[in-house]
């Protein structure tokens, strides 16, 4: 039979345990660790030592028992300790200090792309010469893209193969990826009446195998002119003019005879710079059907567009010698512009 004392005995090394759980369990350093170890196991006035002195006044018969439950106690608290003490110093391994007065890692800063800054600078020279920017969408209706240019159903240029259709209900008309930006002169001369300035530059995309000047999405830079009496002459000096401000010095511009359905006559533009020509993109004046059909009055206006390559421009300026190189994403190449 229990005795009084030694329930009360075993009560108090209760308290004490739960007590040194808590104190333990909470303590955020070793500091706090090591005062509570004082108090529960401290040789001298430590909590436990209090009691033991407690066993003396256990009746003899209870004395054995008495002494098993406190050395489970002191084991338990030994063992909470342990564990605060591995809990404490995992804690101090891993708080790195920080000097709030060291300089601060630099974030790297961004910059544009060489295509967008290269569609900006053509934006900003060529409204010096009064072109206005305006933007058409990249999903484009044949009419559009193809009819309204004089481009007919039956043309090679409308081939599957050679354009992204993309998957229409049956019935309704075949959407596809502009294959050129020439779209968008056919949507500003259906709402707005000449004169006209305009410039586009925007993607267009074309199933062509990417290679070191081709690649099956690109940009444009659309020009267009409509104006009383504008002429071949007059193509030419604004196309100088700003070859000679985009690329810097003297550039010469060439025109080689070419064929385009919605311009007459056409051509091919070459530019020589640095000593070397290369070819930029195709030109002409509008031809009088397409004006017609936007109700213009060819007889009493005319026009100039043209189209050149933003890759193969930027290529020039830049010394870029594969146009890939600008859409491989690497920061080495990027960050060089
Ligand atoms: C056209 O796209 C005509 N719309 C240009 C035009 C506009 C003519 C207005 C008359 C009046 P072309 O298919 O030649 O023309 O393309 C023009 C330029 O785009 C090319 O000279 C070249 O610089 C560039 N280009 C064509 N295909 C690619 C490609 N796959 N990757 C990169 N640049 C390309």
């Not at 009560?11 to 660790?33: H, Y």
């Not at 059909?293 to 050149?308: K, R």
């Amino acid at each position: 039979m229990n005795t009084a004392a030694l329930d009360t005995f075993r009560a108090e090394l209760e308290r004490l345990r739960v007590e040194a759980e808590a104190a333990l369990g909470t303590a955020s350093d070793a500091n706090a660790v090591e005062a509570a170890r004082v108090e529960f196991l401290g040789a001298r006035s430590g909590r436990l030592k209090s009691l033991q002195k407690m066993l003396g006044a256990i009746p003899a018969g209870d004395k054995p028992a008495a002494g098993r439950h406190f050395n489970e106690a002191k084991e338990a608290v030994g063992v909470l300790l342990a564990a605060a003490q591995a809990r404490v110093e995992r804690v101090a391994a891993h708080v790195v200090p920080i000097d709030v007065t060291l300089p601060g890692e630099p974030v790297p800063r961004g910059h544009l792309h060489p295509i967008t800054q290269t569609i900006r600078r053509v934006q900003e020279i060529m409204a010096r010469l009064g072109f206005e920017s305006v933007d058409g969408p990249e999903i484009e209706d044949p009419w559009h893209n193809f009819e309204a240019l004089a481009i007919p159903p039956e043309h090679p240029a409308r081939d599957p193969l050679d354009n992204f259709y993309l998957a229409v209900a049956r019935g309704t008309d075949p959407l596809l990826l502009r294959s050129q930006t020439s779209t968008v002169q056919i949507r500003v001369m259906e709402t707005r009446r000449p004169p006209l300035r305009i410039v586009s530059l925007g993607r267009v995309y074309r199933p062509d195998t990417a290679d070191a000047t081709h690649y099956p999405m690109f940009h444009q830079v659309e020009g267009l002119l409509v104006e009383r009496g504008t002429t071949m002459a007059h193509l030419k000096s604004v196309l100088r003019l700003f070859a000679s401000s985009f690329l810097g010095g003297d550039v010469h511009v060439r025109f080689r005879p070419s064929f385009f359905p919605f311009t007459e006559p056409s051509v091919e533009v070459d530019m020589e710079w640095g000593g070397r020509w290369v070819e930029m993109g195709g030109a002409g004046m509008v031809d009088p059907a397409v004006l017609s059909a936007v109700g213009y009055d060819p007889a009493e206006v005319s026009g100039f567009a043209f189209g050149l390559g933003v890759e193969r421009i930027a290529a020039r300026r830049y010394g870029v010698s594969d146009i890939r190189d600008f859409y491989r994403n690497d920061v080495r190449f990027l960050r060089q512009f």
